[in-house]
Nanobody, 120 residues
C-alpha cells in the first residue's frame, strides 16, 4: 500500500500561481494529478513516468501547468501558472505501476485531495 499526501492548495486570484506537492510513502513508476470540480467528473491533469521523466498533460492545462518529481524524496510537484477560475477544483494525487491505467482514471492509489480555488 502506498500512501499519498498532498499539500500546497489554497486560494488565488485569476492569473496567479500555486504549487502542489504530493509525497509518496514509496516509489511508484507513474504519478499524476487529477482534479474534480463541483458537479463534474474527476479528470486527469498531468502525469509523469519516473524512469524517463516523460510527462503528459490535459489540453486544458498545457503551457500553464508543469509536473515534475524529486525521485530521492518520492515527491511529485504540480506548478500551476496563469490560473483561471475554471481551474477551481479539488486536486488529487495518484500513483500506479502503469501510466496508461492511471490516465484512464483507475490508478492503484489516490491521495485525499487538496482544494484549489481561483477567483475572478
Amino acid at each position: 500500500q502506498v500512501q499519498l499526501v498532498e499539500s500546497g492548495g489554497g486560494s488565488v486570484q485569476n492569473g496567479g500561481s500555486l504549487s502542489l506537492s504530493c509525497a509518496a510513502s514509496a516509489s511508484t513508476p507513474c504519478m499524476g494529478w487529477f482534479r474534480q470540480a463541483p458537479g463534474k467528473e474527476r479528470e486527469p491533469v498531468a502525469r509523469i513516468y519516473y524512469e524517463s521523466d516523460t510527462t503528459g498533460y490535459a489540453n486544458s492545462v498545457k503551457g500553464r501547468f508543469t509536473i515534475s518529481r524529486d525521485k530521492a524524496k518520492n515527491t511529485v510537484y504540480l506548478q500551476m501558472n496563469n490560473l483561471e477560475p475554471e481551474d477551481t477544483a479539488m486536486y488529487f494525487c495518484a500513483a500506479d505501476l502503469a501510466c496508461a491505467r492511471l490516465w484512464r482514471g483507475s490508478p492503484l492509489y489516490w491521495g485525499q485531495g487538496t482544494q484549489v480555488t481561483v477567483s475572478s
